[in-house]
């Protein structure tokens, strides 16, 4: 499993955390948020941070210098040389060419980029209910997706657990928007070079979790 690396594309709310954290746990890879990194520079307040907000909030994306340097930065750390799953980056054909560019640098290769197809129906539904433990980082969804005791996280027992500020019906629409203008060419960009694969996202967390493990295993044998 050296080096493998595999890029989870999908429309906000597909499930593209949910799988990546599973994935980790499966193959010990290291899921790579750049959604995650993003708000950790606000809530620190460095100076990408401060840029990225206002954005984040509007539901637009941050700019591709504030993305790919925050992705550089995160990639080149020891943890990540086992390999890793890209969630929600790249999301514009700039950052596509710039992971291509840092991947040969290293002489590495994306072994999948695995796009997760949703109704964009299922969306508003899917991100107005979701949740995290504000502890452990566990994904919840309020009608798909509970803790087995209410209000404990089933991850590490936690009882504190939180929203995103950008969960809310209005930004869904921008983020939608921003999906299908800037994100969804990169599924013709993965499918010219061969790497490309599809799941069905619309059945149930374990189902896709077993179709999704088994495209990763084949891709790094
Ligand atoms: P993304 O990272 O693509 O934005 P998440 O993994 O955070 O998506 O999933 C969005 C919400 O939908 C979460 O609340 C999660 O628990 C829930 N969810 C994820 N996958 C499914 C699924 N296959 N069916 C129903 N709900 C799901
Ligand atoms: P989701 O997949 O549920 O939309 P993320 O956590 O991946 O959520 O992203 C949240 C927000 O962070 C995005 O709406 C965007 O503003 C910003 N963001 C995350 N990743 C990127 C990226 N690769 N390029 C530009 N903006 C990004
Ligand atoms: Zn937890």
């Known amino acids: 499993m050296e080096n493998q690396i595999s890029i989870l594309l999908g429309p ?18 290291v899921q790579l948020s ?32 504030i993305v790919i340097a925050i992705l550089r930065d995160r990639l080149g750390e020891a943890d990540c040389a086992k390999g890793v799953i890209l969630d929600g980056f790249p999301r514009t054909t700039v950052q596509a060419e710039a992971l291509d560019a ?13 796009s997760l197809e949703v109704d964009d129906g299922a969306m508003v539904t899917r991100i107005s209910g979701r949740y995290t433990c504000g502890g452990c980082g566990e994904g919840y969804h309020d009608s798909f997706k509970q803790p087995a005791k209410s209000d404990v996280c089933d991850t590490c027992g936690g009882g504190v657990f939180k929203r995103r500020a950008d969960d ?3 930004t869904v629409a921008s983020r939608l928007e921003a999906y299908h203008a800037q994100t969804a060419p990169l599924i013709a960009y993965y499918d010219g070079k061969g790497a490309l694969q599809s799941v069905d996202a619309m059945g149930d967390i374990d189902a896709i979790a077993k ?11």
Request: hydrophobic share 45%; no cysteine; aromatic share 2%.
């Open 12 to 29: 906000p709310g597909a499930g593209k955390g949910t799988q990546a954290r599973m994935l980790e746990n499966q193959f010990g890879l």
């Open 34 to 65: 750049t959604g995650d990194l993003l708000r950790a520079a606000v809530a620190a307040g460095t100076d990408a941070g401060k840029q990225a907000k206002a954005v984040m909030e509007d539901g637009d994306l941050v700019s591709d210098d």
């Open 102 to 114: 840092l991947l040969s640098e290293t002489g590495q290769r994306i072994n999948a980029a695995i």
């Open 168 to 170: 809310n019906a209005e």
């Open 211 to 221: 179709e999704l493990g088994a495209l990763v295993a084949l891709a790094t044998a």
